[in-house]
């Protein structure tokens, strides 16, 4: 059975900080990762899809690396903003065609 | 392009209704996944519609069953209301069964079990 890991819960952090937000899984066979923001009793938003074969992805201020031999994958965000404030969410799919959740990361950005 | 959309927003039930779910796939999409979100918690598969057929079940019970339409949207629908079924129901569509595809998910559907 897959296991989604993220650390830490939250995370508190001044304006123009980067923020640094990792996810581990235990069954490296995955076909993609996906990174979702996710603002308080709303819906999920991709942010970033890395396909199995791709090390990192890149938009705008986000970057995500994937490292699927060791099970681990990192989310980015430069210059950190009070609108980047939300929950991270990580999900892997394995040929099983379902997303596989971690708990996710609170983040909040102070002005 | 439609976005995925579901409906209703918000609704409050008591123990014991049943209750139905519905969603709109993106366009071009067959299929659909749900997901239950308890508070303070990553999404957990329900189970997924692919052509109108269930193709892939979490560990949910019976009382939890779906639909979906030659439109390609779905219905969750969930007997016997427990509080503990209080939680954000989310679903997500994709063009096909290539477990590679992105997810696009809905805005949710927020369920109250009291």
């Known amino acids: 059975k897959q296991e989604v890991t993220q650390i830490p819960a939250a995370l508190s952090v001044p304006e123009g900080e980067n923020l640094v937000l990792n996810c581990s899984f235990t069954d490296s066979a995955i076909y993609n990762l996906q990174w979702f923001r996710q603002d308080p009793g709303k819906g999920l938003t991709s942010l970033l899809l890395i396909q199995s074969s791709q090390r990192e992805q890149t938009s705008g201020r986000l970057n995500a690396s994937l490292d699927k031999s060791s099970g681990r994958s990192t989310l980015y965000i430069a210059a950190s903003q009070p609108g980047d404030s939300a929950t991270y969410l990580c999900a892997v799919v394995a040929n099983d065609y379902k997303l596989s959740f971690g708990a996710g990361t609170t983040v909040t950005v102070r002005a | 392009e439609t976005g995925v959309t579901q409906s209703p927003t918000h609704l409050i039930k008591t123990r014991g209704q049943q209750v139905t779910l519905r969603c709109s796939s993106q366009?071009?999409?067959?299929?659909v996944s749900w997901y239950q979100q308890a508070l303070g918690q990553g999404p957990q598969f329900i189970f997924q519609y692919y052509r109108e057929e269930e193709n892939g079940r979490g560990n949910f019970p019976p009382r939890f069953s779906g639909l979906q339409f030659p439109n390609y949207s779905s219905e969750l629908n969930v007997n016997a209301l427990e509080l503990d079924d209080s939680a954000l129901y989310l679903c997500?569509?994709?063009?096909?069964?290539?477990?590679?595809?992105?997810?696009?998910f809905g805005p949710g559907t927020r369920l109250t079990v009291t």
């Open positions: 997500a569509s994709t063009p096909g069964q290539d477990p590679s595809y992105e997810q696009y």
């Open positions: 366009s071009g999409h067959n299929t």
